[in-house]
């Protein structure tokens, strides 16, 4: 398996981006289906889940029925049903256009979620700093976790508003490794799905790469616009980040190396 440094060679070098109004108010948050990278779904201030084909202009659906912002989205590994994170945590069937599951037991909105790649599990986090575990089929949670008295943005890691965030195997429920190079709060990151690369992104309006192995900082991009949310993708190593406006840019990797 080639290593994160080698990656970031390889990737393609001219910049290019793509913008379009996906929402009438400010978009939350935005996730890649895992399958072809040609699926986008976004949520946003006005209690909409929008799905998008990449290169097409209007919206393939829109999900409604919320109650409240909607702050994270997160297709299954079969793209037939998205899970939402707002007051709660909703599961919508693409196919069907309706809610299949709705799970409620955070005292806070959902911030962060997503679906076990092999079996009917969910897991959901909270500003409330709980991570809990649902089993999809029964309809219950099966484990919650309490975690540090900070938000829980992104599942497996805790961000923490000092600019650390920590890694945790949920397995064996030990600490891995912490990182601490961010010069502001962490508020999103994305694991690269076949490589042992991780990219991380802050208030500090950096966008920094490392590598899961050695657990080195192997590059950053930036400052530019705040980083509120990004999404790393197999095929064209795009990353896409939403801004407090209602657009999402889509741009390729810059290459940066230290």
């Given at each position: 398996?080639?290593?994160?440094r080698?990656i970031?060679?390889?990737?393609i070098e001219d910049?290019?981006?793509e913008?379009?109004?996906?929402h009438?108010?400010?978009?939350?948050?935005?996730?890649?289906?895992?399958?072809?990278?040609?699926?986008?779904?976004?949520g946003g201030?006005?209690?909409?889940?929008?799905?998008?084909?990449?290169?097409?202009?209007?919206?393939l659906?829109?999900?409604?029925?919320?109650?409240?912002?909607?702050?994270?989205?997160?297709?299954?590994?079969?793209?037939v049903?998205?899970g939402?994170?707002?007051?709660?945590?909703?599961i919508?069937?693409?196919?069907?256009?309706?809610?299949?599951r709705?799970?409620?037991?955070?005292r806070?909105?959902?911030?962060?979620?997503?679906?076990?790649?092999?079996?009917?599990?969910?897991?959901?986090g909270?500003?409330?700093?709980?991570?809990?575990?649902?089993d999809?089929?029964?309809?219950?949670?099966?484990?919650?976790?309490?975690?540090?008295?900070?938000?829980?943005?992104?599942?497996?890691?805790?961000?923490?508003?000092?600019?650390?965030?920590?890694?945790?195997?949920?397995?064996?429920?030990?600490?891995?490794?912490?990182?601490?190079?961010?010069?502001?709060?962490?508020?999103?990151?994305?694991v690269?799905?076949?490589e042992f690369?991780?990219?991380?992104?802050?208030?500090?309006?950096t966008?920094k790469?490392?590598?899961?192995?050695?657990?080195e900082?192997?590059?950053?991009?930036?400052?530019?616009?705040n980083?509120?949310?990004?999404?790393?993708?197999?095929i064209?190593?795009?990353?896409?980040?939403?801004?407090?406006?209602?657009?999402?840019?889509?741009?390729?990797?810059?290459?940066?190396?230290?």
């Amino acid at each position: 398996m080639r290593r994160g440094r080698q990656i970031l060679k390889d990737v393609i070098e001219d910049f290019a981006r793509e913008e379009f109004v996906a929402h009438t108010l400010n978009v939350n948050c935005a996730k890649f289906g895992r399958r072809a990278s040609r699926i986008l779904i976004t949520g946003g201030e006005d209690l909409k889940v929008n799905l998008w084909a990449i290169g097409k202009p209007g919206a393939l659906l829109s999900l409604s029925g919320f109650i409240s912002p909607v702050e994270s989205v997160r297709p299954d590994s079969s793209e037939v049903t998205i899970g939402a994170g707002a007051a709660s945590g909703t599961i919508k069937n693409i196919e069907e256009a309706k809610v299949v599951r709705t799970f409620t037991g955070h005292r806070s909105s959902c911030a962060s979620l997503d679906f076990h790649p092999f079996g009917e599990f969910l897991a959901t986090g909270s500003s409330d700093t709980n991570m809990k575990i649902w089993d999809t089929q029964q309809k219950r949670c099966i484990h919650t976790y309490k975690v540090i008295p900070n938000e829980l943005m992104c599942l497996n890691l805790l961000l923490m508003a000092d600019g650390l965030f920590l890694v945790w195997d949920l397995t064996a429920g030990k600490l891995m490794h912490n990182f601490c190079l961010h010069e502001g709060p962490v508020n999103c990151l994305d694991v690269h799905p076949y490589e042992f690369l991780l990219a991380t992104g802050s208030v500090d309006t950096t966008v920094k790469f490392w590598d899961l192995e050695t657990f080195e900082l192997i590059g950053s991009s930036g400052p530019e616009n705040n980083r509120e949310y990004f999404e790393l993708v197999r095929i064209l190593s795009l990353i896409s980040s939403n801004h407090h406006i209602s657009g999402i840019f889509v741009w390729k990797w810059m290459t940066c190396f230290l």
